[in-house]
C-alpha cells in the first residue's frame, strides 16, 4: 500500500498539506438539485409528498404517516430482543455517556451592583429537537445515545427521531438505543425527506426548533439548506483522524487505530505524525500485513492511498503545531507524556490521550461526546454537548436610579448613530414628566 509521506522540513510542506488535506466535493451540484426538490416537494405537499418519496427512496408502501411511527412498545420489545451481553454493554455506554453530560447542563445566573440594578442569563431548553439516524443495515445505535441523552439532560421535552427503514428493514440495535436514551417519538423516515418533514412540519410529523445527527450527502445538503428555519448542529464532512506518536507505541495499534477511521469511506483521512522516521516504516509494514484480514480492506485501502498521509516532524512542539494546522476531528496523542504535549494543542475536536487510549471507545462507550467538528473546523467548533440544547435570554432589570444614570448615557450613544427614538426612549426614564 502506497500512503503518501511528507517531511515537516520540506520547503513547500504546509501548502503541500492544505492541499493534501482538501477532498474532492465534485458532484454536489446533482446532490444539491435532487434535494433542493426533494425539500420543497415536502414543504409544499407535507405527508402526502413524504409518503410518495418514502415508496420511490426507501421502496416502502404505505396509506398514511401514521403508519411509520414506531411505538413505545415496540421499541421496549426491541430491547428486550437482543443478547443480555449486548443490553448490558449499551446500557453501560448510557450511562457514562450520561454521567459524563451531566457535568455540562448549564444553569440560570444572575448578580445585583450597588444601585440595585441586577443582570443576569436565563437558561432554558429547546422545545423540541428532530434527531436523525442512519439505519437499515447499517446500524449506528451509538449515534442514538451521543446524541439523545445530552438533548435530554438539557430538558428537551420533544425529542423526534427519524431513521429509514429500507424496504421495512428495520435495526433492534437503533431501536433500543432510542428506548435507553428517552426518545419520545420514532418515526422510520430516512433523506433529505425526512429533514425536510422536519424542518416544516407535515400532517403527521411535528415541526421541530433544530435537527441533529449524522447522514449522507443529501441528508446533509437537506440540513444547510433547512438551517434558519431550524438551527443544526453542524455539516459534517468525512471522518478524520490524526496521531501524534513518539515512536514508543506498538506500530500494530497505531496502524488499527489508523484503519478504524479508514474504514469509514473512501473520504476518511488518517494522518501519522512522527518524531521516528524508522517509526513511521514499522507501521507501514503494520498496515501492509493487518489490511490482509481486514472485511472493509477495499474502503481502508482506498482511503489510506488517496488521502492518508504520514508525516515526520523534527520533534513534538512541530508535530503539535502541524496538528494545530490540521485542526483535526479526533486526535491520539500517543506519547510518554501526553500531559504536556496538550499544552501546545489549541485545535480538536476530541483528544485521546496516552498510548492505550483509543480513538475507538471514544465513538461507543468512554463517556465524551462523538459528534465532532471536522474538516478543519475544530478551529471554532466544539463536539456536540448539552450546551447544544440550551438557549441563553439575556436578563436586565434596571432600578430607577441606574435606569436615570444610563438613560443619559444610552441616549447620547443614541443620536451619535443617528437613532432618534432609541434616544428620547432612554430619556423618557429620565424625564420625571413623562411618568
Known amino acids: 500500500m502506497n500512503i503518501k509521506i511528507q517531511s515537516a522540513k520540506d520547503k513547500n510542506f504546509f501548502s503541500d498539506l492544505k492541499n493534501n488535506l482538501e477532498f474532492d466535493s465534485s458532484g454536489n451540484n446533482e446532490v444539491q438539485k435532487i434535494t433542493k426538490s426533494i425539500v420543497s416537494d415536502i414543504k409544499r405537499q407535507g405527508d402526502k409528498a413524504l409518503i410518495k418519496l418514502t415508496g420511490q427512496l426507501d421502496h416502502l408502501e404505505v396509506n398514511s404517516v401514521s403508519q411509520l411511527e414506531v411505538s413505545k412498545a415496540r421499541l421496549e420489545k426491541a430491547f428486550e430482543s437482543i443478547p443480555e451481553k449486548t443490553k448490558k454493554d449499551l446500557t453501560l455506554a448510557a450511562e457514562r455517556i450520561n454521567n459524563y453530560h451531566l457535568k455540562q447542563k448549564g444553569e440560570s445566573w444572575s448578580y445585583e451592583d450597588d444601585d440595585g440594578s441586577s443582570y443576569g442569563q436565563k437558561i432554558t431548553p429547546i422545545d423540541s429537537v428532530g434527531l436523525y439516524v442512519p439505519g437499515g443495515k447499517a446500524a449506528y445505535p451509538s449515534s442514538v445515545l451521543m446524541n439523545a441523552i445530552p438533548a435530554k439532560i438539557a430538558g428537551v ?259 451619535g448613530e443617528g437613532l432618534f427614538a432609541h434616544a428620547e426612549s432612554a430619556k423618557y426614564r429620565i424625564n420625571k414628566k413623562n411618568e
Open 157 to 415: 421535552k420533544n425529542l423526534i427521531m427519524v431513521v429509514p427503514t429500507p424496504a421495512g428493514e428495520q435495526n433492534e440495535l437503533v431501536f433500543a438505543a432510542a428506548m435507553i436514551a428517552g426518545v419520545d417519538r420514532v418515526f422510520t423516515i430516512g433523506g433529505a425527506q425526512a429533514i425536510a418533514s422536519l424542518a416544516y412540519g407535515t400532517e403527521t410529523i411535528p415541526k421541530v426548533d433544530k435537527i441533529v445527527g449524522p447522514g449522507n450527502a443529501y441528508v446533509a445538503e437537506a440540513k444547510r439548506l433547512v438551517f434558519g428555519t431550524v438551527g443544526i448542529d453542524m455539516i459534517a464532512g468525512p471522518s478524520e483522524i490524526t496521531i501524534i506518536c513518539d515512536g514508543k507505541t506498538n506500530p500494530d495499534w497505531v496502524a488499527m487505530d489508523l484503519f478504524s477511521q479508514a474504514e469509514h469511506d473512501e473520504l476518511s483521512q488518517s494522518i501519522l505524525i512522527s518524531i521516528d522516521n524508522q517509526f513511521l516504516k514499522n507501521v507501514q509494514e503494520s498496515i501492509n500485513r493487518l489490511i490482509k484480514d481486514m472485511p472493509r480492506k477495499k474502503i481502508i485501502t482506498t482511503s489510506l492511498e488517496n488521502r492518508g498521509l504520514f508525516i515526520l516532524a523534527k520533534d513534538l512542539s512541530e508535530a503539535a503545531k502541524i496538528s494545530n494546522f490540521i485542526a483535526p476531528e479526533h486526535l491520539e496523542l500517543s506519547v510518554e507524556n501526553p500531559n504536556l504535549l496538550l499544552e501546545e494543542i489549541s485545535h480538536a475536536g476530541a483528544i485521546f490521550m496516552g498510548k492505550n487510549t483509543c480513538e475507538a471507545v471514544g465513538d461507543y462507550c468512554a463517556g465524551p461526546n462523538h459528534v465532532l467538528p471536522t474538516s478543519g473546523t475544530a478551529r471554532f467548533s466544539s463536539p456536540l454537548g448539552v450546551y447544544d440544547f440550551q438557549k441563553r435570554s439575556s436578563l436586565i432589570n434596571l432600578s430607577a436610579k441606574t435606569a436615570h444614570s444610563l438613560g443619559g448615557v444610552a441616549s447620547n450613544l443614541a443620536m
